[in-house]
């Protein structure tokens, strides 16, 4: 359904399972940087009336879910730790040239929202299906149920307001790239890397 090219290594998991308290920190500035995107997108392209609308909405549950996960890091007795630079994305930001037209810039971020979107939703299904500690296995299934409709929405803005042939071959080939960034990635107790 995400039509990602390589998949999470499922020994990512394992990783996760030792280090709890720093994906949960990653995952919390995750949410936290989604929020701001939504914004980001409000601020840079205000006439598009219902991207502003939905980007409004998202924002507020993304900040939700920032304070779900801050709240489960301090019921852990955990503070907030400090934000990383999330390796995926600043790799990931460097597929699509600088500059082109207003609708290039917009269909470029709604499409790297998408990706990083379902990269997330990827990564949330293998932790609610392998965690051992299962009220965050089930934490993470809600809100992987909530990644993939952030996916497809941000996908449907991009053909919505691009020319659907050439946002599709951009998609694929964005898709392609990810995987390549992939192989290098999975090591870390990070939500992309």
């Excluded at 990083?116 to 934490?139: M, N, P, T, V």
Aim: proline share 2%; charged share 30%; net charge negative.
């Amino acid at each position: 359904m995400l039509g990602l090219k390589l998949p999470t290594d499922p020994r990512w998991v394992d990783i996760v399972e030792k280090n709890i308290d720093e994906i949960l920190t990653d995952h919390a500035y995750c949410e936290q940087k989604a929020a701001s995107t939504a914004i980001s997108l409000i601020v840079s392209f205000p006439e598009y009336t219902e991207l502003v609308e939905e980007m409004v909405a998202l924002s507020r549950e993304e900040m939700g879910h920032f304070k779900m996960v801050h709240d489960r890091i301090v019921a852990r007795g955990q503070t907030l730790g400090r934000d990383r630079k999330d390796l995926y994305v600043v790799a990931l930001m460097k597929f699509f040239p600088k500059g082109g037209s207003r609708t290039d810039q917009l269909v470029h971020r709604l499409l790297y929202a998408a990706l990083i979107e379902a990269r997330s939703c990827e990564r949330f299904r293998l932790l609610s299906e392998e965690l051992q500690d299962k009220d965050l296995a089930s934490f993470y299934h809600k809100l992987m149920v909530s990644e993939a409709g952030h996916y497809t929405m941000f996908l449907k803005f991009a053909r919505q307001y691009g020319n659907l042939e050439a946002v599709n071959q951009k998609w694929q080939d964005l898709l392609e790239y990810e995987a390549q960034i992939m192989k290098d990635l999975g090591k870390n107790e990070t939500v992309h890397g």
